[in-house]
């Protein structure tokens, strides 16, 4: 009689918490222990046209990111946008979902774990009759939430989930802890929540490499022009400057930076050349002013970007912002820090005892 698959729900309390990136640090470390692993996001957001289908963006770099044959790659079943929301709500859609989920997720031979991305939060889905709860009842799944610590008061949202979810949820995983916060989090945090009954699998530093966005992703949030290196789109920018000040003072600003945005005005020449100097990914130009000739002729030698935008400082500065904290797992080096931060920091045995499953039963 062949086994049944295991079922792990990967959810978070709040949106952008780093669901998929746990997704893809768990999977890449459970297929070097031997485990079969089947991947899904029933629950889709942000869509690709493909080949005349349409492919949820996550489960397509997720499932090529781990080799996954197609027969361990659930599709997606509904895209949570403003065209399916509103079918819901005029009554156009009547379709239960829950049953679509049982015939979709539950036929035999998944392997060894069924390992699918939950709802952003708690309550998204449920117009749906999909929200994470909903979903793991639906499946018998275990549910690991993923949550941004922010500080201590994170437990808060953390016992409110307990409180919802029950014996659903097996653990949760603190994620973007700060470096002063760390020891904090293990010392105080972490024993409390167990005491609380939440088993707390992992701690994860925060990393600006997985917080990082690539300069072709700001050209296309702030609509801007590229100016010179445009095929240098893929660098990746870690932090954010705003050339604002003097001079003397804009040179020691930036020297303490790592891989940078510089945002600044067109006209602040000294700006732009001392930011050149330093640790720059791109520079970011408002106002419309082109830079002089020796500025993008710098620009090129050095390979950094400049990008025009049509954006006072403060609105570029706000996209910027919101763009860091909305970040996808899109590029290998930062699917490399991941798998490391979870091989490092993640209790792979005690989560396999809790699901019943061992490496050595995997590779037998």
Known sequence: MPKSAKYLLIGSTQTYSGKSATVLGLSHQLKQKGLDITYGK???????????SVIEEDVQFIAHSLNLPANRVTP?????????????????????YQQSLAQQY??????????????????????????????AEVLDA???????????????????????LGDRLIGVVLNDIPTDQIATSQTLLRPFLEQQGIPVFATLPKSDLLRSVSVG????????????????????????AIGAMNVNAAVKYFRKRHNMAVVTGGDRVEIQQAALETSTQCLILTGQLPPPAFIRNRAEELEIPILSVDLDTLTTVE???????????????????????MGEHFDFERLLSVLGLSPAAALS
């Not at 275990?142 to 994170?154: F, N, T």
């Not at 996209?319 to 931060?341: A, W």
């Open 142 to 164: 275990g549910v690991l939430l993923v949550a941004r610590y922010k500080s201590l008061l994170s437990v808060e949202a953390l016992l409110s989930a307990k409180q919802r």
């Open 76 to 96: 997606t079943m509904l895209t949570l946008d403003q065209v399916s929301v509103q079918k819901r709500l005029r009554g156009e859609d009547k379709t239960d």
């Open 217 to 240: 992703e700001l050209v296309k949030q702030l609509n801007a022009e590229v100016l010179c290196c445009s095929d240098r789109l893929d660098l990746l920018v870690e932090s954010l």
């Open 319 to 341: 996209i910027v912002d919101r763009t860091f904290g909305q970040v996808r797992l899109h590029e290998p080096i930062k699917v490399q820090c991941i798998s490391q931060l």
């Open 42 to 52: 029933p629950l889709g957001t942000c869509l690709n046209a493909s080949g005349g």
């Open 106 to 135: 539950l036929p035999a031979s998944r392997g060894d774990l069924v390992l699918l991305e939950g709802p952003g939060d708690l309550e998204e889905g449920k117009l749906f009759n999909l929200s994470l709860l909903q979903a």
